[in-house]
């Protein structure tokens, strides 16, 4: 899906949020699913709210490089 994300072709918003979410499975997709219509007005916001809530929650110090 990155390389997809990052091509030439694919430079519109609204084409990266849909591989985005094309790339969803399982509990993530449920999630994505529960949410309302319009829920999300650009892909900042979609993967904001995707980070929120599956992102790692400790501080960039403690982890492991």
């Known amino acids: ?11 519109h918003e609204d084409v990266r949020m849909k591989l985005f979410v094309l790339s969803l499975t399982d509990n993530v997709l449920d999630w994505f699913h529960d949410k ?9 916001a979609l993967t904001n709210a995707f980070k929120n809530k599956y992102g790692d929650k400790r501080e960039g110090k403690y982890l492991v490089k």
């Open 1 to 11: 899906m990155q390389r997809f994300a990052h091509s030439i072709a694919y430079k």
């Open 36 to 44: 309302a219509d319009n829920a999300f007005d650009s892909l900042r």
